[in-house]
C-alpha cells in the first residue's frame, strides 16, 4: 500500500524554466514531509521540509507548497539548472521522530 | 560526507547465503532507519531504531533482521538470500526533530 506516490516516473525541463515536481498522499495523519534528492551511486540528500501549519516553504531556488485538503504537495525548483538533474522523492511522517514513507521517486532531467 | 557511513559498498553473493550489512549513524544521532531501493522502485522502510530499542517496523521479510548495539551502530541480517533481494540497502540516522540523513548505500547482488 503506496501511502505517498510520486505519478510522474520522469520529467524534462528547459534549463532556466521552472520544474514542478509533485506528490501526493492519502494518510491524513501525516504532517511532516520532506524532499530528498538523489544522484547515482549515492545516498539521498535532504534538501527541503515543510509542517502541516504552513503551507509554504522556501529555500533559495527551492519552493514546497502543501495542500493538506487536498493531500498534495510539490517542489518548484526555480530557475533550473542542469546540475538539478537527479531523481527527487518526496516522504511523509507523522512525527519527526517515526518512520517516513518515501515516493517511488521523480526521475528530472534539466537540458542545457 | 553526510557522517553515516556503510559497509560494505558492494556485496555479491549467492542465493541461499546470509550477509550483514553495518551502518554507523550521525555522531549524536539516536535513531536509525534501514531502506530497500530495488530497481525503479522507491524507497521502501524497512525498520528503526531509536536508543537500541525496535521502533518501527515496516515491509521488513522474517528472513530479514535488524539491531542497533550501545555504541549505537547497526547490522542489518539478510538470510536465505533471493534472486529479488539484489538491492540498494539505505541506512539513515536523525536526531530528534531532525530530518533522516541518509548513507551512501551497500549495493547487494545475489547471484
Known amino acids: 500500500d503506496q501511502q505517498v506516490k510520486q505519478n510522474s516516473p520522469s520529467l524534462s525541463v528547459q534549463e532556466g524554466r521552472i520544474s514542478i515536481l509533485n506528490c501526493d498522499y492519502t494518510n491524513s495523519m501525516f504532517d511532516y514531509f520532506l524532499w530528498y534528492k538523489k544522484y547515482p551511486a549515492e545516498g539521498p540528500t535532504f534538501l527541503i521540509s515543510i509542517s502541516s501549519i504552513k503551507d509554504k516553504n522556501e529555500d533559495g531556488r527551492f519552493t514546497v507548497f502543501l495542500n493538506k485538503s487536498a493531500k498534495h504537495l510539490s517542489l518548484h525548483i526555480v530557475p533550473s539548472q542542469p546540475g538539478d538533474s537527479a531523481v527527487y522523492f518526496c516522504a511523509a511522517s507523522w512525527d519527526t521522530g517515526n518512520q517516513f514513507y518515501f515516493g517511488t521517486g521523480t526521475s528530472l532531467t534539466v537540458i542545457p | 560526507d553526510s557522517g553515516v557511513t556503510q559497509t560494505p559498498k558492494h556485496l555479491i553473493t549467492a542465493t541461499g547465503q546470509r550477509v550483514t550489512l553495518r551502518c554507523s549513524p550521525r555522531?549524536?544521532?539516536?535513531?536509525v532507519y534501514w531502506y530497500q531501493q530495488s530497481l525503479d522502485q522507491g524507497l521502501q522502510f524497512l525498520i528503526q531504531y531509536y536508543n537500541g530499542e525496535e521502533r518501527a517496523k515496516g515491509n521488513i521479510l522474517e528472513r530479514f533482521s535488524a539491531q542497533q548495539f550501545p555504541d549505537l551502530h547497526s547490522e542489518l541480517n539478510l538470510s536465505s538470500l533471493e534472486l529479488g533481494d539484489s538491492a540498494l540497502y539505505f541506512c539513515a540516522s536523525s536526531r530528534q526533530g531532525a530530518s533522516p540523513i541518509f548513507g551512501p548505500g551497500t549495493r547487494l547482488t545475489v547471484l
Open positions: 555522531s549524536g544521532d539516536l535513531s
